[in-house]
């Protein structure tokens, strides 16, 4: 019996030796193997470095660019490496990626790479050095096209952003810190990003650990697709903390067919500042939830004003495609052709409309919305505040047709609702303000049982809040 139970335990034993033994082949059996892709695709990476431009004005002592000139959160991580001899000073070089997109030498980077450059060097596989032209960069995509004098370069094979899915293996070949054909690997963390200041691109999202360097260089999926340009990082340190950001490769060669073909890019305009829709101004607006790009503005004489477009409608839908946040708009209005008849879908008094509209060409320079007011006495108003007529000052400086100006804010709704001196409420709960007493009419029929939307102009800038009055 004793015999038995002993060859029972050793072969529980060995059991658990075995299991032991094979879980870490188990393991790597499962994780994707990057050699092949890294063989094929890595021949077509390159390394790209730039002379700068001097600009003292814009260097400290070291010939590098001030960091408190760089937004911390979203910063592009290519940097000027500092010089440790400022006498007699260099001009800044730079370090960044690339890759071929032609047989003849065409590559895609960031325009952050070659921006200000008097010099671009492109090293190849081979360890070449070309001098490259840039043929084009477009500051809103962060995209540059270069041209090098050579044939028969190996070349990425391009694929569908579009295709990504969340969650999905994803390769980035570059140079980071100059460290050539340096590869890191991780998932697609997003889709359709959306940063700060970068209203023209869906950034893809990744945990891929990208540094200085990296920027311009390509992102991959295991099919050794290209399927995005590695640009920006988050980060409070300068260095990689595991949110990276790509440019998708449909744009980017979109941008790149255009440059080549035109020396320009040009994008879709519809004419309106929008803003999000938060749980209050939902519930202001009628809207079952949180969602669309709400009008705070129609710009006069643009598509949007043609098609009828009217502040205050939340626009839940373009082209087909749904709206979740404001921000998804843009760069929806920025990929349709210019002169292209496409539907919007919005709400509007809380009914749903469709409107029809021709895109517009985005012109290159935005209007300017940032006027000083002038505040002068009031009269008082049941919220708190103190209005007064518009007079034609403001009219003439911020293009306005109605309206009251807010001079004093006292404790009340107004207050709560984050309205300062110096605003020109020109709506609220849908009525356009014309006078000072249509405004003390309204004011006395708003509701107290729920939010209703206000609009104002604060120092040229349109918006919509959400104010309650106190039951």
Do not use: C
Not at 82 to 95: I, N, V
Not at 220 to 229: A, K, P, Q, Y
């Amino acid at each position: 019996m004793y015999t038995v139970m002993r060859v029972k335990s050793l072969g529980y034993l060995l059991m658990a030796w075995l299991a032991f033994v094979a879980a870490p082949s188990a393991l790597a059996a499962s994780l994707p193997d990057f050699t092949e892709l890294v063989e094929e695709s890595s021949p077509a990476v390159v390394n790209i470095s730039t002379v700068q431009a001097e600009e003292p004005s814009q260097a400290n002592s070291f010939g590098a660019p001030n960091l408190e000139d760089i937004p911390e959160m979203f910063r592009h991580f290519f940097r000027n490496m500092p010089e440790l001899d400022s006498h007699p000073r260099r001009a800044p070089e730079s370090l960044g990626s690339g890759f071929i997109i032609s047989e003849d030498g065409y590559i895609l980077t960031n325009n952050h790479v070659v921006k200000g450059a008097k010099t671009v060097l492109v090293r190849l596989n081979d360890r070449r050095e070309l001098e490259a032209e840039i043929v084009g960069a477009d500051v809103r995509s962060d995209v540059a096209l270069l041209k090098i004098d050579a044939e028969n370069l190996p070349v990425v094979r391009i694929g569908k952003a579009r295709d990504l899915k969340v969650g999905e293996w994803v390769l980035a070949i570059g140079s980071p810190f100059g460290f050539d054909h340096t590869v890191t690997a991780g998932i697609v963390s997003a889709k359709e990003r959306s940063l700060a200041n970068e209203t023209y691109v869906p950034f893809i999202q990744t945990d891929v650990a990208i540094n200085p360097g990296n920027s311009g260089g390509p992102l991959f999926n295991l099919d050794g697709e290209v399927v995005g340009i590695n640009s920006q990082i988050y980060t409070r340190s300068g260095g990689f903390m595991g949110l990276s950001f790509a440019i998708p490769i449909d744009v980017a060669m979109d941008v790149a067919d255009q440059l080549k073909a035109q020396g320009h890019v040009s994008r879709g305009w519809l004419g309106v500042i929008i803003q999000e829709v938060n749980r209050d101004l939902a519930e202001s607006f009628g809207l079952d939830k949180p969602a669309g790009a709400l009008v705070a503005k129609v710009l006069p004489e643009s598509p949007a004003q043609t098609a009828g477009l009217m502040e205050g409608d939340v626009i839940t839908s373009f082209n087909g495609r749904a709206i979740a946040l404001s921000s998804d708009l843009p760069h929806m209005v920025g990929r349709v052709k210019p002169g292209t008849e496409v539907e919007m879908n919005l709400v509007r008094d809380g009914e749903k409309v469709s409107l029809d509209v021709v895109v517009g060409l985005l012109p290159e320079e935005k209007p300017s919305l940032n006027m000083q007011p002038e505040p002068e006495p009031a009269t008082l108003s049941r919220l708190g505040l103190k209005v007064e007529p518009l007079n034609e000052s403001y009219r003439d400086k911020w293009n306005l047709r109605s309206g009251v100006i807010v001079t004093e804010v006292s404790e009340g709704a107004g207050a709560s609702a984050g309205v300062v001196s110096g605003d020109v409420i020109t709506m609220l709960n849908g009525k356009q303000i014309q006078t000072v007493e249509q405004f003390a009419e309204v004011v006395d029929a708003l509701p107290t049982d729920r939010s209703v939307p206000m609009r104002i102009v604060r120092r040229g800038s349109p918006l919509f809040i959400p104010l309650k009055l106190a039951e």
